[in-house]
């Protein structure tokens, strides 16, 4: 029987890969929060990753999301002996994502450009993550990158990306958004902020100023913020209610859901943008919004973890013949034109 390791995340990317181990029958499925090697672990132990998938905070929650699914978990693949391994990043790739063939599933959206980046792009031995998740898909170690859409297609081509490697097949979360109709969340015909976890991340976050801008747009209508799993909520609810005191505010449940029963949603840097899309909602983003069209996942019904499993069966026990180095792409590059606001 092959056997697969399936490297998780946040819960969201975690979602991911299980969506394609479970279309992988007959094999063997093992799972694992996110890791890295000893580098990483350190800062790890140290608490300095802690605003990251590597932090013990969204690995409390990944494990958590498979013990509830009753998966088969290696922590950090130490049995060893993978015919394939799957991770949604290859921003942190530990040995054992070395060994095997790689599939790497793109996760959402990706972070904008900045001055990290451009570093970090020109400099080797600076880790890609410094730069959050701009620099995704320039490692140059992955046999399949899977990705949303052509218009991320191509982005990572442009990025330095083997063409050749990068298949658009769809990502799991991002496929069926209509699914999303179909829920219990209780309310209806709201104004919806789903907000980002910049501060979190280390990156400028003007609060006020969103809490300021969702009133106007709201103009009176019922407001709702959904908090990102990674702020520090107990800060974030403050502020609203501070500056919003009329707002509801969630720091749980299914981002997804409310999306599909609000009339207007804003986001920041979120994924969601995506989602409010695909299900026709009056849009604002600090992205531009004609450029979320362009790179917005591809809607078909569902079947990205089937297509993303097909081709994970064709790699299984293949050698790898990928050049074990980054690619270096344009010292600017993003998907994004301007981070300029539309609202």
């Known amino acids: 029987m092959r056997r697969a390791l399936f490297i998780g995340g946040s819960v969201n990317q975690t979602k991911q890969v299980h969506a394609v181990a479970r279309e992988l029958r007959g094999w063997k499925a093992t799972f694992t929060p996110f890791f890295g090697d000893h580098a990483i672990e350190v800062l790890r132990h140290l608490g300095l990753a802690e605003r990251t998938i590597c932090g013990d905070k969204l690995r409390k929650l990944c494990l958590e999301y498979l013990r509830d699914h009753d998966l088969d978990i290696d922590m950090h693949g130490e ?70 859409s052509e218009g991320y297609r191509q982005h990572f081509i442009r990025e330095g990306a083997d063409p050749a490697r990068v298949v658009v097949t769809g ?45 106007r747009i709201a103009a009176g209508r019922p407001l709702v913020f959904k908090l990102h799993p990674n702020e520090n909520a107990a800060r974030s609810t403050a502020e609203i209610r501070r500056w919003a005191p009329n707002a509801r505010v969630y720091a749980h449940g299914s981002a997804e859901a409310m999306i599909a029963n609000c009339e207007v949603l804003i986001t920041q840097w979120s994924s969601t943008a995506f989602v409010g899309l695909a299900l026709g909602k009056e849009l604002y983003s600090n992205f531009p919004t004609e450029q979320l069209r362009a790179l917005s996942p591809v809607q078909n019904g569902g079947t990205s973890g089937k297509r993303i499993a097909a081709i994970c069966r064709e790699l299984a026990g293949r050698s790898r013949v990928v050049p074990l180095r980054r690619v270096k792409g344009p010292l600017h590059s993003s998907p994004w034109r301007s981070s300029k606001g539309v609202a």
């Open 79 to 148: 049995r060893g002996g993978y015919d394939l391994v799957v991770s949604c990043t290859d921003l942190v790739l530990p040995r054992v994502a070395r060994r095997a063939p790689l599939v790497v599933v793109q996760e959402g959206i990706l972070d904008p450009s900045g001055i990290f980046a451009a570093i970090c792009r020109r400099v080797d031995f600076l880790p890609r993550w410094l730069a959050g998740t701009t620099l995704t898909g320039t490692s140059g170690l992955f046999d399949r990158f899977c990705v949303a």
């Open 171 to 215: 990502i799991p979360n991002f496929d069926d958004c209509e699914r999303y109709r179909d829920n219990d969340f209780p309310l209806h015909g709201y104004v919806l902020v789903c907000t980002s976890d910049t501060r979190e991340t280390f990156k400028r976050d003007d609060r006020r100023e969103l809490v300021t801008r969702a009133l």
